[in-house]
């Protein structure tokens, strides 16, 4: 069966600092993967999606970036954190641009 | 690019009671719809998912209807339990897109 995973579940970093999330699933070849990022009580931003390996689309301009060095692995990094990338990241999958998606636990970033 | 509406906001019902949650798509040729629950500070839980040629679908007590000429979609929800308190969210996707639009979604109290 697949599975998707997501650490860390919580960051705390401080402001100017450098950022690496990573998810990684299993199961599955060739998926679709996406990068949201969901504010206090709103709804889900979608940052990036790929669709493969080094294939990034960019959705929100911002300090954030996206990578996908392997099939089944999708990074999210900052250079530079900046207050307002305070929010919970969530990772998805699924095996096409139209199949069921799937989601990871999150992360909780808090930056201080 | 598709835009995704959840109303109401928020919904407190007595347990027991059978109730419909909406979802609103601006982009009517909408590939696909799903619909996830979300605990408080977890990722999404895939509930159920309607492919454009499909009308309805059912899981349990739980039946989403797709209908896109008027662009909506409903989430009934049977016999509520308290444990069916969570935030419920809708997602669609266009034909050319690779990516999922959420609604900021319909947050679900449920009484004992």
């Known amino acids: 069966s697949q599975t998707i995973h997501q650490w860390p579940a919580t960051l705390v970093q401080p402001v100017g600092s450098p950022l690496s999330l990573e998810c990684t699933v299993e199961?599955?070849?060739?998926?679709?993967l996406y990068w949201y990022r969901q504010a206090a009580g709103r709804g889900l931003q979608l940052l990036f999606y790929?669709?493969?390996?080094?294939?990034i689309s960019s959705e929100v301009p911002q300090n954030l970036s996206a990578s996908r060095p392997q099939d089944r692995q999708f990074i999210l990094s900052s250079k530079k954190l900046l207050l307002s990338d305070s929010g919970f990241y969530l990772c998805?999958?699924?095996?096409?641009?139209?199949?069921?998606?799937?989601f990871g636990q999150g992360t909780r970033l808090t930056v201080v | 690019k598709q835009e995704v509406t959840q109303i109401p906001a928020a919904l407190s019902v007595p347990e027991g009671e059978n109730l419909v949650l909406n979802c609103s798509f601006t982009?009517?040729?909408?590939?696909?719809l799903q619909w996830f629950r979300q605990d408080p500070g977890k990722g999404l839980t895939s509930l159920l998912l309607?492919?454009?040629?499909?009308r309805e679908q059912t899981s349990g007590r739980l039946n989403a209807s797709l209908d896109k000429s008027s662009g909506r979609s409903t989430l009934y929800i049977a016999a509520s339990q308290p444990g069916d308190s969570a935030t419920y969210l809708c997602?669609?996707?266009?034909?050319?897109?690779?990516?999922?639009?959420f609604g900021a979604g319909t947050r679900l109290t449920v009484k004992p």
């Open positions: 998805a999958w699924r095996t096409s641009g139209h199949g069921e998606a799937f």
């Open positions: 199961g599955t070849s060739n998926p679709n």
């Open positions: 790929s669709v493969g390996i080094g294939q």
């Open positions: 982009d009517s040729a909408i590939y696909n």
């Open positions: 309607i492919q454009s040629s499909q």
């Open positions: 997602a669609g996707g266009g034909y050319n897109n690779n990516d999922m639009r």
